[in-house]
């Protein structure tokens, strides 16, 4: 952030100890405007994005507006409104962790050179913080919410404070939540949070449309009613509630619903202040003593602990360094909480909607079985290391077989807890032992066609951004992956076949002959597909390297 806004120290800014507490709001509010349209000179591509992105958030807010006020006069219109200020305030306490590069002010790390007190310096973040389209969207869904609950002038006048209370309540939240974690957000920890933004985002809709379902199942609006009574004493949604509450004559409630966010405001302004006064004057503690001390990481590398588990040899060290992947490395651990997270919601969202089958268990085998897939792109331009241990088939043999192992480490037993979930919930505990052979079957076809396709179609994963799959190489990946997606499928069809044949033959009993033979079945495919990829991998080693550093 420049430090061109706060030149000489004249008296129009304030004197020599800084700009007064005024001129330095006037000055964080054009240093925001700035920031804003300098990034969007920056690209046409992002000038259209946020352009777009503006004009359909607006819309949003605008139909929100429409639709709150157009509740006048509905009986459970205080339920819903109170339950989307809540909504609303909960995204504002979140999306901070999850996107801390979408406002560069965000960041009070980068004023801490600058002569300012905090005090003056919050006050002028909190109103800089007000231009934009998340707070406009926020204005728009509690001033429709006002219209649709204020009846009579004392509501009004209610109104006239609670509307911009509750916003001010929103911004301060969220400025500090990202204050208080800012340390978090510039660290490998806080890009993590960023990469798996995009998978919280997408289970929290299946849950808000499972919730949508369940809704109109059950009595509609009339069902929040309990929920919202407690909201409703919530900031900011209780300065929400305090405007339905002066319309029905409890003067009172209202005013202790209006204290409640006002002293919450408070609250907020002040840890935010604490914040950035701790993050102004204190060092960083995390490079303190880092010479003097061993770390823990340091232990975890000695060979104690879960390592020791593992074989000896190249297998240990490929399955360690496997692991280690997963767990540290941001696309990758994103990949896999993805394929966790979704290979369960999806069976489970099925089953609690009255619509699912025990087969849906199969959906997280397919998911868990692409972690096999491009296992030499996960390493990118670091595979070059790996290239020089492999010069025998028999070596990359190796290095695949460890590769898969590690995989099934996580793999295998989690295909069997969903399956045994869904069966739970399903109470289809008849149809356990096929769905459960069909899954470990699948898994199996899924990890060995994924070998043969790390060394058939390798492609790099780009380190930076949000993309993860490098430039012109969206076709390859998507050949890879659908192909052998439908290859594990056909591969899988004897066993669907004598699934079918048993149940046609109402021989309940041999039916559990089939998690042995899906987990043997599953145990061949790999080793088929292992054996395979072995010779294609060594015979590529130069293709598999130069493609999968172009990222």
Request: one cysteine or more; aromatic letters at 6%; a positive charge.
């Amino acid at each position: 952030m420049s430090t061109a806004v706060f030149d000489a120290p004249t008296a129009a800014t304030g004197g020599p100890l800084g700009p007064s507490s005024g001129s330095l709001t006037s000055i964080f509010v054009r240093l925001k405007l700035t920031l804003l349209a300098n990034g969007l000179r920056q690209s046409s591509g992002r000038r259209a994005a946020f352009v777009s992105s503006a004009v359909l958030t607006l819309l949003l807010a605008a139909g929100q507006l429409v639709g709150l006020a157009l509740l006048r006069g509905s009986a459970h219109a205080g339920s819903l409104v109170v339950l989307l200020t809540g909504v609303i305030a909960l995204g504002w306490t979140f999306l901070p962790l999850f996107f801390p590069s979408g406002d560069e002010t965000l960041d009070p790390t980068r004023l801490v050179m600058l002569p300012l007190r905090p005090a003056p310096l919050v006050r002028a973040l909190l109103v800089a913080s007000l231009a934009g389209i998340g707070p406009l969207f926020t204005l728009c869904l509690v001033l429709g919410g006002a219209l649709a609950l204020a009846h009579g002038t004392v509501a009004v006048l209610v109104a006239v404070v609670a509307v911009p209370l509750a916003l001010l309540v929103c911004v301060a939240l969220a400025r500090s939540v990202a204050a208080a974690n800012t340390r978090l957000l510039t660290s490998r920890k806080g890009r993590d949070l960023a990469v798996l933004s995009g998978l919280v985002i997408a289970v929290g809709i299946q849950f808000v449309n499972f919730g949508a379902q369940r809704l109109s199942e059950v009595g509609g609006l009339a069902t929040l009613g309990p929920i919202a009574a407690v909201v409703r004493w919530v900031p900011p949604a209780s300065a929400i509630g305090a405007i339905e509450s002066a319309s029905t004559g409890a003067y009172g409630t209202a005013l202790g619903q209006l204290a409640l966010s006002v002293g919450a405001l408070f609250a907020l302004l002040h840890t935010w202040r604490h914040s950035l006064t701790r993050l102004m004057t204190a060092p960083d503690g995390s490079t303190l003593a880092a010479a003097s001390e061993p770390s823990r990481r340091e232990n975890a590398t000695s060979g104690a602990g879960w390592q020791r588990l593992l074989p000896g040899g190249r297998t240990g060290a490929a399955m360690q360094r496997t692991l280690r992947y997963i767990w540290r490395d941001p696309k990758t651990k994103a990949a896999w909480v993805t394929s966790l997270v979704v290979g369960l919601i999806v069976p489970l969202v099925n089953a609690l909607q009255g619509t699912g089958s025990i087969y849906f268990a199969c959906f997280a085998s397919s998911m868990l079985g692409m972690q096999m897939y491009n296992q030499f792109g996960q390493d990118s331009s670091g595979f070059w290391m790996v290239a020089q241990t492999i010069s025998t088939p028999r070596d990359a043999y190796l290095e695949l077989r460890a590769r898969a192992l590690a995989t099934l480490l996580i793999t295998l037993p989690y295909t069997a807890l969903v399956t045994v979930v869904t069966a739970a919930l399903l109470d289809d505990w008849r149809a356990l032992p096929e769905a459960l052979g069909l899954a470990l079957a699948l898994l199996g076809a899924m990890t060995g066609t994924g070998a043969v396709a790390s060394a058939r179609y390798p492609y790099s994963i780009p380190q930076e951004g949000h993309r993860n799959i490098a430039a012109g190489q969206g076709g390859l990946a998507m050949l890879s992956i659908f192909g052998g997606m439908l290859g594990s499928a056909l591969l899988c069809a004897p066993l669907i076949a004598l699934t079918i044949r048993l149940n046609m033959a109402d021989a309940e009993s041999a039916l559990w002959l089939l998690p042995p033979l899906g987990l043997v079945y599953g145990a061949l495919m790999v080793w088929g597909g292992l054996r395979l990829g072995g010779p294609r991998t060594a015979d590529r080693l130069p293709e598999i390297l130069a493609a999968v550093s172009k990222g």
